[in-house]
Every structure is written in C-alpha cells, then in structure tokens.
T-cell receptor, first 112, second 121 residues
C-alpha cells in the first residue's frame, strides 16, 4: 500500500486500549480545528471538528480536546480497534486566513 | 453515493512531459482544492477554486496549472516546469458558507478523493 509518511511520529497501542494522539497547532488566532484519518493508499477522511469556543467535543468513540492556552489539540479514541490503524492529521484554520493548515501527522499502529 | 473521484490512481510519466490529473465531485460543492502530499510532511495547497471560472494559487503553485470550467470538475496539470513532480496528489471539495467572500472555508471540513500517485522518471 501507499506510505504517506515514512518518518512520522508513531503511536503503538494495544487493541482495546484508549489512544491519545496529540497535536500542537501553530497559530493562536486559529478558531476552527479538524481531525482527519488517512488509511494507506486513501485520501484523508474527516473524523471530528471543534470550534475555538469549545474545549471538548465527542463523537462516536472519539473525543477532541482543545487547550487554547498552550495551543494543543488532542484526539482520544476509545477501545482502539485494528481498523483504527492509520495516519491521523490535525488541521487548523486561522481566523485571519482563508486556508487550512495541516500538521504532518501521527501514525497509529495497533498491537493484537 | 456522493463523493470525489480522482483518476487514475497511479500515473507514470517521463520527465519533460505535461500530465493532467482528473478530479470530479458530485457533492454539489462550490469549492475545490488540490493538495500535494510528500512523505513525512503535511498537505500543501497547490490551487483552490471557490467558484466556476475562478481559481487562486496556493502555497506551491509553481509548475502547476488548473481550470474550473464546470462546478464538478477541477483538473490539475503538472507541467514540465515543476522541479519535483513525483508525489501523491489529493483533490478535495467543500461547501462555501459565504459565497460573497470572507472566511468562506473556515467552518467547513474538506472532503477528499483517494488521490493519484504520480511518478516522473
């Protein structure tokens, strides 16, 4: 399959455990954040988003936490499954700009 | 099902040749984008278009060209002027919440195609 990131940070977790993927964003003026999942050979898939007026948002098995004080975003995946194995990207949109800035990604691998 | 279709999945070209990558969407989105992805890097914006017959350069537009003659189509041409064309190319689309301008993409996630892997030798 495709390798979208040969030198990405890697997080290895045991199947069934919770995963926490972190992202430090760059612009204190960013007010909209998105997490994407990219499986090998495919395009990024939207997981969850959060606006800057919130500090937590939950989806199905996923939670995004936003700490604006330290410009930190995290994605928590509950009860990690083999199908969660992928590269995860955070993205931010500064309020002063009209484009999305993507992070370089974290590779999540699952141990059986 | 609605979605974005990129073709072909794999493309091989000789150095010095232009090549056009196809992107079609049936999501009725106004905005479309082209990104380039290299190993270990985030996505970099090549070109984007808010509306038919209009497009803007992104961060790395040199050596690329686009057209937007139809709402559903946004083809990307990689020209011989692009110094390092070998990469994974991703097309995306999104709704435009404020078509009159302003921060039109701030609150809309991008929907991506499955990419085209271009190899130039």
């Amino acid at each position: 399959g495709e390798s979208v990131g040969l030198h990405l940070p890697t997080l290895s977790v045991q199947e069934g455990d919770n995963s926490i993927i972190n992202c430090a964003y760059s612009n204190s003026a960013s007010d909209y954040f998105i997490w994407y999942k990219q499986e090998s050979g495919k395009g990024p898939q939207f997981i969850i988003d959060i606006r800057s007026n919130m500090d937590k948002r939950q989806g199905q098995r996923v939670t995004v936490l936003l700490n604006k004080t330290v410009k930190h975003l995290s994605l928590q995946i509950a009860a990690t499954q083999p199908g969660d194995s992928a590269v995860y990207f955070c993205a931010e949109t500064p309020s002063s700009a009209s484009k999305i800035i993507f992070g370089s990604g974290t590779r999540l691998s699952i141990r059986p | 099902d609605g979605g974005i279709t990129q073709s072909p999945k794999y493309l091989f070209r000789k150095e010095g040749q232009n090549v056009t990558l196809s992107c079609e969407q049936n999501l009725n989105h106004d905005a479309m984008y082209w990104y380039r992805q290299d190993p270990g890097q985030g996505l970099r914006l090549i070109y984007y278009s808010q509306i038919v017959n209009d497009f803007q350069k992104g961060d790395i537009a040199e050596g690329y060209s686009v057209s937007r003659e139809k709402k559903e189509s946004f083809p990307l041409t990689v020209t011989s002027a692009q110094k390092n064309p070998t990469a994974f190319y991703l097309c995306a689309s999104s709704i435009v919440e404020d078509p009159t301008g302003g921060f039109w993409i701030r609150n809309s996630p991008l929907h991506f195609g499955n990419g085209t892997r271009l190899t130039v030798t």
